[in-house]
């Protein structure tokens, strides 16, 4: 085999190579945060039934998809001991330590939102 042959077939096998870890790295990165902000817009949607099927299982999950912030998995465990003493000691600031933590994760806390906000749902009554 002559040399520049040689030279093309190996610039194309790790160009090939480099693009498909690169690729592979973006689309890993893109999917986490796509996890972070499915769970995050669950926790926030649900948070009016704390005790109903959809907020626990984005709870649930939210010590997985959250892993990497200690500070969310700390709130997650704080939240968990003050749902199961018998006085609920202070659960809603858990909940709220939690959700802003979540919100701050995924980038979606607005400076303009006081704490009221996140501990008020809003439901509509029909008459």
Known sequence: MNNPALVTIISS???GLIG??????FYARQEKKRMKI???RRLLGFR??????GFTQALNEAFIVFSDNAVIVKAIEELYVATISP???????KIL???????KDVDCLPDNINDTFFLKAFNVIKD
Do not use: Q, R
């Open 20 to 25: 498909i870890f690169i690729s592979s790295w």
């Open 97 to 103: 330590s939690l959700l802003k933590a979540v919100c």
């Open 13 to 15: 096998l790790l160009s």
């Open 87 to 93: 006085s609920k000691p202070d659960i809603e600031n």
């Open 38 to 40: 499915d769970t995050a």
């Open 48 to 53: 009016y039934h704390l005790t109903g099927e």
